[in-house]
């Protein structure tokens, strides 16, 4: 998990919620909210993850339940589904449930956020640099270039290319539409959700392309992708479908 400057820490007003969208992620669940936890309790921030799950038969909401009981039910808010409906509502569902000021954290953004007043800062797996670049010499944004590991090729290819599609006929701005690790000011994320149509995969490339033609600010920080440590991906070839036609709607719509 990338640090954060005590100099650059959020003040005690701020709350940050996470939104984890969910299904069969027993294994995975315990290590992603440890993890989060071990920094938020860190650096003194204030925190709560929200766990969306939909109807996972493997259990996932029996352990998101002890782990509430671990952590505490203000920290861990497990709030299911019925059944599988889609990533994109899942964080429609889990928006509704969030107490802080900014939902989706990863510690260096919240550098760019303050330092240039940013509606949205995403991680992006395809740069080098952040976006905009810090005035200062002084300061210093991300761990380095961004970069993925444990994909196998096809799947780099069916990221990239899905990338290059959308940059290529939307002209979004920045890097990296597909990626889901992002920090948002909780008003300007509940303006956009209102908005969207999508539910699936192209849920994540609606909302920056929708943001860039309401004329929110986004900054984007170079992040290393790891693959999960258990399961397996849930991109379906319906989703690259869905997706393909999404950017073709988003062109002609937006």
Request: one cysteine or more; glycine letters at 10%; proline letters at 6%.
């Amino acid at each position: 998990m990338p640090s954060i400057d005590a100099s650059t820490a959020p003040s005690g007003a701020d709350k940050y919620s996470v939104i984890l969208p969910t299904y069969n992620e027993r294994k995975n669940l315990p290590v992603i909210v440890w993890l989060l936890a071990k920094t938020f309790e860190s650096k003194g921030i204030q925190w709560e993850i929200i766990v969306v799950d939909d109807a996972s038969p493997d259990g996932t909401q029996e352990v998101a339940k002890q782990l509430a009981g671990i952590y505490g039910e203000d920290k861990v808010v497990l709030k299911p589904r019925a059944g599988k409906l889609g990533l994109g509502t899942a964080y429609v569902h889990g928006l509704n449930f969030c107490t802080g000021n900014f939902p989706k954290f990863i510690p260096e953004f919240i550098k760019l956020q303050k330092l240039h007043n940013l509606d949205i800062v995403t991680g992006t797996r395809y740069s080098s640099t952040p976006s905009p670049k810090p005035s200062l010499d002084s300061v210093s944004i991300g761990l380095g270039p961004g970069g993925v590991y444990g994909w196998d090729l096809k799947r780099k290819l069916v990221s990239r290319g899905a990338n290059y599609l959308a940059d290529t006929v939307l002209r979004p701005g920045v890097s990296d539409l597909t990626g889901s690790f992002r920090l948002y000011r909780k008003s300007v994320i509940q303006d956009i959700i209102s908005r969207c149509t999508s539910k699936g995969y192209v849920f994540q490339m609606e909302i920056i392309v929708r943001a860039r033609s309401l004329g929110y600010t986004v900054g984007e920080v170079p992040i290393t992708f790891v693959d999960r440590i258990y399961g397996e991906s849930k991109l379906s070839g319906n989703e690259i479908v869905g997706y393909a036609k999404g950017v073709l709607s988003l062109w002609w719509g937006v």
